[in-house]
């Protein structure tokens, strides 16, 4: 049953990673989402309709444009496939309830902000902060409790710190990040952060074997790893934090 509810979430979740991938090309440069219609980004021909089905288009296409045949980049269909995926894992996970829908939104909001921080370094404020309030809203539909808003502040305020700290490794987006990962997964939120970090701490090292001491300039976006520790914490942060409260 479940999983044929999954299976059917993952029609929506392609169309709402198709309307990502323009969120993310366009958020960051302050450009219209909605008009004009999305065109090749290097000989600028709109695209057709049936150039522009999710996923499908893309492995018909074979990764080119329809008139010049310059390469499409990977991100359109990753950021498609990754949020139909997660959007069908959380209707797995929890079936028809707020819960889902809670989850399959949260996920959206961290492709999209992974999308924009490796492109274009930004965490845009205009992802972040109405999904933030649309996860809350579904949250307290589905559990009614402080624990949301608690942690989302909590996490918020403890990267602020960081920050402060470290201001060349982490900048206010990943703050405002922080807020939306408490709200996503409450009290598995330090899970989040802690599995962010150690994440992170995989292209710094690479980054150091190869660069050395210069590595320390090289900034890296943090925000995608933040978001795959969010994941982490959101399918199997609770049974972590039990494990860990067994163990105390
Ligand atoms: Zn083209």
Same mark, same amino acid.
């Given at each position: 049953?479940?999983?044929?509810?999954?299976?059917?979430?993952?029609?929506?979740?392609?169309?709402?990673?198709?309307?990502?991938n323009?969120?993310a090309?366009?958020?960051?440069?302050?450009q /219209?989402?909605?008009?004009?219609?999305?065109?090749c980004?290097?000989?600028?021909?709109?695209i057709?309709?049936?150039?522009?089905?999710?996923l499908v288009?893309?492995?018909?296409?074979?990764?080119r444009?329809?008139?010049?045949?310059?390469?499409?980049?990977?991100?359109?269909?990753?950021?498609?496939?990754?949020?139909?995926?997660?959007?069908?894992a959380?209707?797995?996970?929890?079936?028809?309830?707020?819960?889902?829908?809670?989850?399959?939104l949260?996920?959206?909001?961290?492709?999209?902000?992974?999308?924009?921080?490796?492109?274009e370094?930004?965490?845009?404020?205009?992802?972040?902060?109405?999904?933030?309030?649309?996860?809350?809203?579904?949250?307290?539909?589905?559990?009614?409790?402080?624990?949301?808003?608690? /942690?989302?502040?909590g996490?918020?305020?403890?990267?602020?710190?960081?920050?402060?700290?470290?201001?060349r490794?982490?900048?206010?987006?990943?703050?405002?990040?922080?807020?939306?990962?408490?709200?996503?997964?409450?009290?598995?939120?330090?899970v989040?952060?802690?599995?962010?970090?150690?994440?992170?701490?995989?292209?710094?090292?690479?980054?150091?074997?190869?660069?050395?001491?210069?590595?320390?300039k090289?900034?890296?976006?943090?925000?995608?790893?933040l978001?795959?520790?969010?994941?982490?914490a959101?399918?199997?942060?609770?049974?972590?934090?039990?494990?860990?409260?067994?163990?105390?």
């Amino acid at each position: 049953m479940t999983a044929a509810l999954a299976a059917f979430a993952f029609a929506p979740g392609l169309a709402v990673g198709s309307f990502l991938n323009v969120v993310a090309s366009r958020l960051p440069s302050g450009q /219209s989402i909605v008009t004009p219609r999305s065109a090749c980004m290097s000989c600028h021909t709109p695209i057709r309709s049936r150039d522009n089905i999710p996923l499908v288009s893309y492995l018909l296409l074979r990764g080119r444009c329809h008139t010049c045949k310059t390469g499409i980049g990977l991100r359109y269909p990753a950021v498609e496939f990754g949020t139909a995926a997660l959007a069908a894992a959380s209707v797995f996970v929890w079936g028809p309830t707020w819960r889902s829908l809670a989850a399959a939104l949260f996920c959206a909001a961290l492709v999209a902000v992974s999308a924009t921080d490796i492109e274009e370094r930004v965490v845009p404020n205009l992802v972040v902060l109405p999904a933030s309030v649309a996860v809350l809203a579904l949250q307290l539909l589905w559990h009614p409790s402080v624990v949301w808003a608690a /942690s989302g502040l909590g996490a918020a305020l403890f990267l602020f710190v960081v920050a402060l700290a470290y201001p060349r490794g982490m900048g206010m987006g990943d703050v405002k990040l922080a807020l939306l990962l408490g709200i996503g997964v409450g009290r598995a939120v330090p899970v989040a952060l802690l599995a962010g970090m150690i994440f992170a701490l995989v292209p710094s090292i690479v980054l150091f074997v190869r660069h050395g001491a210069a590595a320390r300039k090289m900034a890296i976006p943090f925000a995608p790893f933040l978001a795959l520790g969010g994941l982490v914490a959101l399918f199997a942060g609770d049974r972590l934090v039990d494990l860990y409260l067994r163990l105390l």
